[in-house]
């Protein structure tokens, strides 16, 4: 497939960018990629597994030049970066972001986008609980989703370039706005975090219980529940802090029907507990 992009700069090396890397390259989708870094360790790496094109501990050189730039480190840093970057975006170039939160992200780098710059915030559902620059693979996206959530007034031109990138890396596109994405995420991603964390938080403080314990005999349950809690630690706590409102308001309502599942338990009121798995199970079972 011909280029989408001529020179593409991925602004951290992550699970997300290496990824990214690995797909374009694997479809022939850009002319050149480069790699900024800001660790020593992570440009070795990159360096020594040929991650990019070109690895650069100099975000202006990584972005000079390129007609796309994508934001692949966490959320909280998202306004920062976008401000060293500014100064340095070619006029008509693209600016993406990958991260999990949206109104969060726009609101810390809209102020920074030059005018002619297209910022086209975005964020693939797609990942896995492993991170750093040995973890990206060239399948992530393949059949998962890519949220875009363009601010009112974006050029449509680049919207559909940028979309037709993401397609060629295997994913579907559909748009949404902000605050919507946040909330839908905090259902289905975030909150779920949130609470695998806890349930192991919960198992490393039960005294009549070892921690070695609780590795040996982890059932399916604790196993397959709390995999998401092997995630990275700086991510999340941005993610949590990023999109507070939307997190909160889920939160609240799980702990709603968690105390009225603990009250059915306690009143041994099984035609309750029954009706609410047989409910909540046709649901699950409608996610492949
Ligand atoms: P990662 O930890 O694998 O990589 C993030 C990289 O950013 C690291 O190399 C880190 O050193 C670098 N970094 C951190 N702060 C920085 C700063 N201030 N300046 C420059 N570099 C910095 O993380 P990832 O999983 O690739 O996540 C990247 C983004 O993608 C996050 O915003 C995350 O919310 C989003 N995302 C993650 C997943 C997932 O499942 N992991 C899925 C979708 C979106």
Redesign the pocket.
Known sequence: MAAVYDRVAL????????SMSLAMREAGLAGEIVG????PE?RDTAREIGLVDHVTDS?AEAVSGADLVV?????G??G??AEQIAPHLMPGATLT?????KQAVIEAVLPHVPQDVHFIPG???????????R??FAGLFRQRWWLLTPPEGTDPGAVERLAGLIRAMGANVEQMDAPHHDLVLAVTSHTPHLIAYTMVGVADHIKRITESEVVKYSAAGFRDFTRIAA??P??WR??FLQNKEAVLDILGRFTEELFVLQRAIRMGDGAHLHEYFTRTRAIRRGII
Request: net charge negative; aromatic share 2%; proline share 6%.
């Open positions: 602004i951290g090396l992550g699970l997300i960018a290496g900024y870094a800001r660790s992570t975000i934001l692949a480190v966490p959320v840093a998202m920062v970066v972001d990958v991260g999990s939160v964020h693939p559902l797609a990942g896995t609980e492993h991170s750093g620059p973890s990206g995630s990275d700086t991510m941005d993610v």
